[in-house]
């Protein structure tokens, strides 16, 4: 066999071992891309009990606390949240309970535009909250609630 001949062969080893290589990468890629997607879903599942946990635990206070269900029907009787001049008819205790129910409330749906934006949750969970704080945006700010969503530019 001659030299030309073994180094044909040696190339054509090579150009194989390059192939095979390449094969192989793109197997690696497809499967880690899979793996990626589906830690994705994971981490939106978990983002999305995290929600309704912060939600729920916004509902239950009002649930669990007669008090605080009295204060919310106190001032949703006065027009809550439309009309914030009906936190006026709340004692100075009353107002600071409410304020700090109100205050996780805001959190919860600052969260979720937080996770809109990583790209985490749904647009319809997006807009949701995008109208909850126009809602209830101008109440907050008379609470003295500081915003952490749209209208504060975080």
Not at 99 to 109: F, P
Request: proline share 3%; net charge negative.
């Amino acid at each position: 066999m001659s030299w030309e001949a073994i180094g044909a062969i040696a190339e054509l080893v090579g150009a194989l071992a390059v192939v095979l290589t390449l094969i192989y990468l793109a197997i690696q890629i497809r499967q880690n891309t899979r793996s990626m997607d589906e830690s994705r879903k994971v981490e939106i599942a978990r983002n999305y009990q995290q929600g309704l946990q912060l939600r729920n635990d916004f509902i239950y206070r009002f649930a669990d606390s007669e008090e605080l269900a009295a204060i919310h029907v106190k001032v949703e009787e006065a027009g809550f949240p439309e009309n914030v001049d009906s936190l006026d008819l709340l004692t100075p205790i009353e107002l600071r309970r409410y304020k700090s129910v109100q205050y996780g409330n805001m959190i919860a749906n600052a969260n979720t535009q937080y996770q809109f934006q990583l790209g985490l949750i749904d647009e319809q969970s997006y807009l949701r909250s995008i109208s909850v704080f126009e809602r209830m945006g101008p109440s907050w700010d008379r609470l003295g609630i500081p915003l952490l969503g749209p209208r504060s530019g975080a």
